[in-house]
Structures are given as C-alpha cells and as structure tokens.
C-alpha cells in the first residue's frame, strides 16, 4: 500500500532538479606545467576513470603526456607516449574503456595520417590508415566505433591539396586485430559540382568542393548513430552516417548581422577603449568545437564560434577594411568607417561581399561570431547564440585587461580587430540532471560556466580565467594561457567523486584542474516510505550536508547529518510511524525550513477502509435510533 503524506511548508513533494537555481562555480585546484611557452605543449586531453589518468596532447614533443589525477591537488607526470613512431606529431586524443587512441599526422601533412591504439600504460596495440591531416578523433559512446575528422588542409603553395575526409574505424573485431580493411571513409565527391547553400565558402582556387571542405572536429549522437562534424573555414557543418559511412548532408551555418541589436562588437585595437557597438558587418561562425547533449528528448549541438581564415603563401583570403574599396552606395559613409578607431582595423574575407562583382565592397564579413551558439541537431536550426554576452562579460569583469592577447600581458584591447575573445574549446558535462556548458576563450583565457536547463536560454553562472596579468607569460609566471582543449571528469568518474573540468592550455603549456562547486540551495523531503517501511529521501544540492530532525511522538529528537550524493538525493533510512515529524534545514544551523507530518491519506485500500468504516458508522447510529 503507497500512502502520500502532507506538507507543512513546501508547495511540492515532487522531485525536482537538485540544482535548479543554485550559485555554482568553478574553483582551481592544481596544475600541471610543463615550462614550456607557445609550442603547443598541452592541448587535448582525455581521461581513463580507470586510472585516473589524464592523457594530454603536447604538441612540442609530439607526444601524449599522461597525468596522474589520484590527487588533482597536484597533478603529476607519470611518462609520455612517443608518437613518432608512426608519424609527425599527435593532434587529438580519446579514451573509451581502457583503449586510448591517437589522431597522428604524417610529415608531410598532405599525405594520409594514422589512428594509433594504446593501452592505459602507453603499450602500442595497433595501427590503422584514416585521411590526411588527422585532427580530431572520438570514439562512439557505444565504444563500437572511432570517428575521425581528416581536416586534408593544402600545402603552403596550395599546389597540393588532399580531400577532406572523415574515417570510420569498425572496432568490433578487437583493437588488437585492426587493419585498414576495418577503415570505412565518408568524404564529400558527391558534392562537387553541386549547387550549395551559399553560407558555405567554398573558394580556395581550383579546389574541388571535396578538396575545400576540411572537417575538424566531431560531436556523436548519444545512440552511436550521427556524426556532425564541423567545417570551420566553410562555416557548415557535415551530417554523418555512422553505420553507413556516407555524408548525408551539408548544414550551413548563414552569417551572423552585427548591425542588430544583441550582436554588438568592438572591432578596433586603436580606439583607446572599449567600445562594444552595432556595426555593419557580418560574422561568419565557424565555430572550432562542437559538443552534443540531450534535453526533453531533443539533441542539441552547442558551438564554440573561434573563425578562421585561409592564409597560405599561395593564396590569402585576409585584408582590413581600411585597405579595400566600400561601395559608395552600400557605404555612404565609407571615409568614416574605414578609420582605425572605427571599422579600418578590422580583418575580414575577401571572398564574400563583392555581390555585384565590380571590384567593390557591398557587405563586410569578420570570422567568427565572439560567441557560441546552440543548433537544433536534427534541423540545423539555430536556437539560441549568445550575441554580445561574452565580450560584455569580459568589459565587466576585466575592464583593463580586455580582448588582450595570449601570449603577452600588458595587450589590453590588442585582439578586437580580429575575432575578439576567440571561444574555442567547449563541452556540456552533466551533474545531476542538469547540463552544463564550459566555453574557453582561447584569447584572453578563462572558462566560462552556462546552465544549459533550457537551450534556447542558457544562463552564465561563473566565469573564471586563472590568469596573473601581473605576471611574466614567456617566464611562466602568468598563470594558464591559450587554453584549447576542455575535459569534463563527471561525478561517478571523478578521484574526488566531485565534478572536475581539466583545461589544456597550449600556450602557457599547462594542464589546469577546476572543481566545479555547488552553494547548498534549500533542501526538499522529495518522498516518504509507507508507514512501517523505512527510508526519507531528502533533494538537495550535491556534495551538501544537510540536518534531518526526527521528532517521535513521545518528543524524542533525533537530528541525523545527510550528504547529498551526486545524484542530487539522499536517503534516510528510519522506520516510518503515524506520529513522526519531520523537518530538514542546512547542516549546524539549528534552524530547519520545512516539516512533513508523517499522515496517511486515502489510497485505494484506505478509501475501502473508509467506506467499511462509514457503513459500520451508519450501522452502529441506526441500531441506536431503533433502540
């Protein structure tokens, strides 16, 4: 028999999120520096909960360096993979269920790159053949597939250009077993000659759509079913069928109006300030990564907008406004706009805007978007995009040091004419049952922090850059600089059973774990056991502690301490009476913010006892008008 009890003070009983509405924050623990600046000596990392290690891209030593996390306190070095065994040098790295796998690029990048297996211990297990210039790779959530993106970029005069690509190894038949035969391709000839989405650039000269469209970083759907894959330089995104090896579809990602309210920037390093305004220019997204996650039954892609140009000695897309010519009818005011403190700084394509081909500007495009965006995985459709969020966040929060560079302190301003704050990196880690986002700026650094409970309105709720401006960058001295690649260590994973975000920051060459951490919001009795029965599940924010007081009918007061796990709930496990009250409130306070009287009410059993006892009632009051 299931009875429902009766509230004293909350509006429900219901289990509702457990960090609906609470104060979190990102908390620095420790770092791992491997004194080397701006080469690239941390940048993608993976981690084994196995082991608690960390295996981290360093692009200076071409290796995998692996990190111990027992305590990320103080991360260590425990060895390095060498990788040039079978090739350049390591671009990305994943793990799934003991096996870490390599994207390893050949010398010279043009030609086709390796998918390399390891064992946890850094032992070789086996090699596999995917496209040119590997960059990133994954591996399915159902560990039956690794997903690589060949982004197949030209060589430096562009007289040789490799098709991008994306390679499908089968790993059914065991890691140790793989051959090339196992390496299924999904590459994009059926596009060429085809009439595109005019979003996507393709324009490098006599590049085939094929040779043009390089991919560059993957996001899985959670049934191991769909790739998408970004394009950065395309601005799209391609749609990939995993069991069939075949690119379904091309996604472009359209331009985003900075002359509409919301999408303001500041496109000048020469106009003493800051100065966050609408202007008449588009951005184009091309966003670097892309993460997928999962709400209400929908996917959801979420975007870091970074940008990217082509610029190769032989052929360059870049020039700043104040060196092209504005058409006088598009831009009346041309003279004005093509000033430094105004739009003459700013880099843009010379690929797009000439919509009349007379040799003039119609419309201005900038790479990337200074945001990130959230894309409806089954429509491409966009949803939500941050607009002006970020740089008026940095305005705010480091108002001297703002859109500075990455490589040197004392750049206040210096990165506004070319893509401002640059996001880059980005993952969604769950806690509880709520999703969060982690966007890096590659720029000015810092991770910030977005509650992703509805995706057409995400809300910021920390932001922190553990970087000392006051500090030396070549000499170590400034703290995490550049960071590129964001790893989230959930709960269940975690050595610390709390959740962990390690940041890989390839210029200052340092790996940096955060904390993510949880304010106690104010506790609920979610559910009581049947009278007779045991067990008071109390919600609550994770990793809290929380006071239960037990008041029995004779007055006896129990007060019983409660940590909240990382499912948001925890369990009390005292047997239930009719009498019993039970209030709850935060952990040494003494004051409890809400009770539950332990009170049966009718179920299906308990109206058939009322009946009964109405009719034994009108049994017993007729006897006594007869007698």
């Known amino acids: 028999m299931r009875y429902l009890w009766l509230t004293a003070v909350f509006c429900s009983l219901g289990t509702a999120s457990a960090l609906a509405g609470n104060a979190v924050s990102l908390e620095v623990l420790g770092t791992y520096a491997t004194g080397t600046f701006d080469e690239g000596a941390a940048e993608i990392g993976a981690f084994d909960p196995a082991t608690d290690r960390l295996f981290v891209v ?163 759907s959670a049934n191991s079913q769909t790739a998408w894959v970004v394009l950065q330089e395309n601005n799209a995104l391609a749609v990939v069928n995993l069991n069939t090896a075949t690119v379904t579809s091309l996604i472009g990602l359209g331009f985003k109006d900075h002359s509409q309210a919301g999408n303001e920037l500041d496109p000048s390093n020469r106009d003493s300030g800051i100065d966050i305004a609408n202007w008449p220019v588009f951005g184009m997204f091309q966003p670097d990564a892309i993460a997928a996650f999962g709400h209400n039954g929908t996917t959801y892609l979420i975007t870091a907008n970074e940008g990217d140009s082509r610029d190769y000695d032989g052929f360059s897309e870049e020039e700043r406004i104040k060196d092209i ?108 049952d709520t999703n969060y986002a982690f966007v890096g700026l590659e720029r000015i650094g810092g991770v910030a922090m977005y509650d992703l409970s509805d995706p057409t309105a995400p809300v910021l709720v920390d932001y922190l850059n553990n970087r000392d401006f006051t500090g030396d960058a ?99 496990n005292e047997t239930i009476t009719p009498d019993l009250l039970i209030e709850v409130g935060p952990s040494g306070t003494g004051v409890f913010v809400g009770s539950v009287q332990a009170v049966p009410t009718l179920g299906a059993w308990g109206l058939m006892a009322l009946v009964a006892a109405m009719m034994t009632a009108a049994l017993v009051a007729r006897r006594k008008r007869t007698a």
Not at 190 to 201: E, H, K, M, V
Not at 390 to 411: G, V
Not at 543 to 559: E, K, N, P
């Open 58 to 220: 360093n692009g200076d030593t071409a290796a995998i360096d692996v990190l111990d996390l027992s305590d990320p306190n103080q991360p260590t070095l425990l060895f390095s993979i060498d990788v040039t065994p079978y090739g350049d040098q390591a671009n990305s790295v994943a793990v799934h269920d003991g096996t870490v796998a390599a994207a390893v690029e050949a010398d010279p990048a043009t030609d086709p790159g390796k998918a390399v297996f390891f064992d946890t211990s850094g032992q070789f297990i086996s090699q596999v053949t995917v496209g040119a210039l590997p960059d990133m790779l994954t591996f399915t959530p159902d560990g039956t597939k690794l997903v690589v993106a060949n982004e197949g970029e030209p060589n430096d005069d562009v007289d040789v250009d490799p098709e991008g690509s994306i390679s499908i190894v089968d790993l059914s038949g065991g890691i140790a077993s793989l051959d090339d035969g196992d390496v299924s391709t999904a590459g994009f000839t059926a596009f060429n000659g085809q009439t595109l989405d005019p979003s996507i650039r393709v324009f490098v000269p006599g590049a085939t759509v094929a040779q043009d469209l390089e991919p560059e970083y993957i996001a899985i």
């Open 325 to 432: 010519t504005l058409d006088p009818t598009a831009f009346p005011n041309a003279a004005a706009l093509q000033e430094d403190e105004n739009l003459g700084r700013l880099n843009i394509t010379t690929t797009l805007g000439d919509t009349d081909n007379d040799n003039d500007f119609d419309e201005l495009y900038a790479y990337g978007a200074r945001s990130f965006s959230i894309w409806n995985g089954s429509t491409g459709a966009l949803v939500y995009d941050s607009g002006a969020d970020l740089e008026r966040m940095i305005a705010a929060e480091l108002p001297t040091e703002f859109n500075s560079n990455n490589d040197e302190n004392d750049s206040f301003d210096a990165r506004s004419d070319d893509k401002g704050p640059e996001p880059e990196g980005v993952t969604v880690g769950q806690i509880a």
């Open 474 to 572: 070549e000499q170590g001295t400034a703290g995490d600089l550049g960071p590129e690649g964001l790893t989230f260590i959930a709960p269940a994973d975690s050595p610390t059973l709390k959740p962990l975000l390690a940041v890989m920051n390839e210029v200052s060459g340092t790996t940096t774990l955060f904390e993510v951490g949880l304010d106690c919001e104010t506790p609920q009795i979610a559910d009581v056991a049947p009278i007779g029965h045991t067990g008071i599940v109390i919600t609550g924010s994770y990793d809290c502690t929380y006071d239960v007081r037990l008041t029995d009918a004779d007055g006896t007061v129990r007060v019983v301490p409660v940590l909240i796990g990382s499912d948001g709930t925890a369990t009390l």
